[in-house]
């Protein structure tokens, strides 16, 4: 699941196609060529176990020690883990929960939030804008909690009926996390941080969760396709322990090793050109 400090402005939409997790029920043998990507099978993967990202403790981001640690990850890598963030274990492993209890709802029940055409938000595929791109293997569920007075509540599921309320306690104390990392990282800037934090405290926050089924072939698909992220900060949390998550860095892919519990924080494009 991914959490985003971005602007709705030049978001763009997404055309329908296929839901991916319908697709892979069918145990296809061969999947559709729009999803093959050719190049996967020549990228290579480092497992250099000494390429790992940063882990940052929130609660001593108040000593230097750890602050220098958080200015070198955001410098050097753009991507840290984020440990004793304050998050209750609760509040993440409900939403936990209550996600994989949406996928798991016959497709019928799902559409109901599904994407209306040209629009990001609701349940589907993210930015597919032509009839000839190639598709990732996955499908996503994508609102945007806040601001409040601007939710759309027609792309919010009411099964799981705990949903609801798990997504807003998720997002409120997400954004509490977010504002705490932001001032800090203002610091680290040369800039005031009640300043920086200003400009994302009525910002508009997304909140992605995807889904990617298994697949026959699995070495010919990616599940997200490479990517920068269009945002002020993306903190993300996976509900299992598998390594799917990759970054490049110096020419090679590195797998992300996830901490139980911690949220994986991606400087966005926002913050990095700041």
């Not at 997790?21 to 996967?40: F, G, H, W």
């Not at 497992?47 to 410098?75: N, W």
């Not at 007075?149 to 954004?175: G, H, I, V």
């Not at 322990?241 to 994986?264: C, H, M, R, T, Y």
Request: proline share 6%; hydrophobic share 40%; glycine share 6%.
């Amino acid at each position: 699941m991914e959490t985003e400090v971005l602007s709705r402005d030049g978001l763009g939409g997404s055309l329908p196609v296929d839901n991916v997790q319908a697709l892979a029920s069918k145990n296809l043998k061969d999947i559709p060529s729009r999803y093959i990507r050719p190049e996967v099978e020549f990228d290579v993967v480092s497992i250099d176990e000494s390429l790992e990202i940063p882990m940052i403790d929130m609660s001593r981001l108040g000593d230097d020690d750890e602050q220098r640690k958080l200015h070198m990850a955001c410098r050097d890598w753009g991507f840290f883990q984020l440990i004793n963030h304050g998050v209750e274990d609760g509040v993440i492993e409900r939403m936990k929960i209550d996600i994989q209890e949406f996928f798991k709802l016959p497709l019928q029940e799902k559409m109901a939030c599904a994407q209306l055409l040209n629009n990001l938000e609701g349940y589907g595929q993210a930015f597919v804008v032509s009839e000839d791109q190639k598709l990732d293997w996955g499908d996503m569920l994508f609102l945007f909690p806040l601001p409040v007075p601007q939710r759309n509540m027609r792309f919010w599921p009411t099964n799981p009926s705990s949903l609801r309320e798990t997504l807003d306690k998720y997002s409120m104390e997400l954004q509490k996390v977010t504002i705490h990392l932001l001032k800090h990282l203002a610091k680290n800037l040369g800039t005031d941080p009640e300043r920086l934090a200003s400009f994302f405290e009525d910002g508009t926050q997304g909140i992605r969760m995807n889904y990617y089924p298994p697949c026959a072939q699995e070495n010919k698909v990616i599940g997200l396709a490479p990517h920068s992220d269009a945002t002020g900060l993306t903190l993300l949390i996976q509900v299992n322990e598998v390594e799917g998550l990759q970054i490049k860095k110096n020419g090679k892919w590195v797998p992300v090793k996830p901490i139980p519990d911690a949220f994986i924080i991606n400087i966005g494009d926002v913050i990095e050109v700041t």
